[in-house]
């Protein structure tokens, strides 16, 4: 352990501070033994990097962030501890985590409508577009496969499998579809093998747990819908919501999908509900978010809402972020508002994240940590948060986001309010990067990992 010298003059003495370095992640911890460290007050976040890259004794250096008491480490040493009023002769609990990189533009997809969602797995791109076609996308900016099936605009897709997309919309209706990935120079195939009714309105968005088949939808008639991928399990569909082709099909035995109705519908919300998620440690665990300002969770075994939070916006988007116990929505009052929805939370906002200037509609975390994220805004931009760097402000902890991500079809236009490059979905995937789709007709991927 560093020691120091008593001799030494008081402006010296004071321009040093004793650190005590720790980080989360296992794979860079410093040994045990190395205790703490006295360091000058001069040194900021590159020179703090180096000396845990030294005592790490990398082979390549690791670019690395520094949070003293919850925030990043922006100034020097000496700034910090003069601007939050902490005496230099306390020994500073100094967190080191590996350094987000910027999300760098990478390429753009254009479509013919608006892009209502995206997804990504297995280095395929998934796009749901209000011309009522879903799209599968190579990283070559090929289409590889096209489905049609709902017979109006898309609102949301998702992969269930590498093999399963689920898919919902304007039309009331979930479709679930077969994809086979392209053989050789031959097209993928996107199959639509189940129609999915029970809903009275647009099926806005869904969530999907692919262990256990289940399907949740999020809808303008206030529900929620439990669904199963698998027709077998999936009850009979409502007679009084299928459409009344089906008689005319039935007539003539044309052939048709086989049609399912709802494991259960979830009756609670007063207003449009915008949007679902599973908690992700949990399955049996759901949750929704409302236009009516609440957060409701679901016991999804028996159909019950078990809690309700209340906040003072309209919902629009939800996420789990399971490491820290929360729940991220977005706001019709442009900000996402963090919530505990443990029975034993004392508040509801744990937490405000402050820095779009219209409706956040879409939110997806970093697939490497629960403590990062990203949104995606009418105001025409995604940004990237990470929920460790916070302040202090009134009774809040408030944060701000620590990348902007700008439409590339904006560059050089004066854009007033997101009008024209509104986004409506984003998605993070750890290898394709940061992917959204917007009112611009274009598919953008940003990648958020350094080139090699």
């Not at 996107?190 to 809808?219: C, F, M, Q």
């Not at 995604?382 to 944060?399: N, P, T």
Request: charged share 20%; hydrophobic share 35%; with cysteine.
């Amino acid at each position: 352990m560093a020691t120091e010298d008593a001799t030494a003059p008081a402006q010296q003495r004071q321009s040093q501070v004793r650190i005590h370095l720790h980080t989360k992640s296992g794979d860079i911890e410093l040994p045990q033994d190395t205790g703490s460290i006295l360091v000058s007050t001069e040194l900021k976040r590159y020179q703090l990097s180096t000396l845990v890259n030294r005592l790490l004794e990398t082979d390549k250096p690791l670019p690395l962030e520094f949070l003293i008491n919850g925030q990043f480490l922006r100034t020097s040493l000496d700034e910090f501890l003069t601007k939050n009023g902490i005496s230099a002769e306390t020994t500073l609990s100094v967190e080191y985590v590996k350094a987000l990189i910027p999300p760098i533009y990478s390429a753009s997809y254009e479509h013919d409508d608006w892009i209502s969602s995206v997804d990504v797995r297995s280095q395929r791109i998934l796009s749901g577009s209000y011309d009522g076609l879903l799209r599968v996308w190579n990283m070559s900016s090929e289409v590889v496969g096209t489905g049609q099936s709902h017979t109006s605009s898309i609102k949301a897709a998702k992969f269930i499998s590498p093999t399963q997309i689920a898919s919902s919309g304007m039309d009331r209706t979930i479709r679930i579809w077969k994809y086979e990935d392209a053989q050789a120079a031959g097209a993928a195939s996107l199959t639509p093998t189940l129609e999915l009714y029970g809903h009275k309105a647009s099926v806005d968005n869904i969530a999907v747990h692919g262990n256990s088949s289940r399907v949740l939808s999020a809808s303008a008639d206030h529900s929620i819908g439990l669904w199963s991928t698998k027709k077998a399990e999936a009850p009979a569909a409502p007679e009084n919501l299928l459409p009344s082709a089906n008689k005319r099909r039935k007539l003539s035995n044309a052939k048709q999908l086989p049609q399912r109705g709802p494991l259960s519908m979830l009756q609670g919300h007063q207003s449009q509900v915008g949007d679902v998620c599973f908690d992700e440690k949990d399955a049996t665990v759901g949750y929704s978010a409302s236009w009516d300002h609440s957060v409701k969770t679901w016991d999804l075994t028996t159909s019950t809402c078990v809690d309700t939070r209340t906040t003072a916006q309209s919902l629009f988007s939800i996420c789990h972020l399971p490491e820290s116990s929360l729940l991220a929505t977005g706001t019709s009052a442009r900000h996402i508002t963090l919530i505990d929805p443990r029975a034993s939370a004392t508040t509801i906002s744990a937490m405000t994240l402050r820095g779009h200037t219209n409706a956040v509609v879409s939110l997806a975390r970093d697939p490497n940590t629960s403590y990062q994220m990203v949104s995606g805004s009418h105001d025409g931009t995604c940004r990237v948060w990470d929920i460790r760097s916070v302040r202090s402000e009134a009774s809040d902890q408030v944060g701000e986001s620590v990348y902007v991500i700008e439409r590339d079809s904006a560059k050089g236009k004066r854009v007033v309010a997101g009008e024209g490059v509104k986004v409506f979905s984003v998605c993070w995937d750890k290898d394709v990067g940061i992917v959204s789709g917007s009112e611009d007709k274009q598919l953008q991927i940003n990648s958020s990992k350094p080139s090699s």
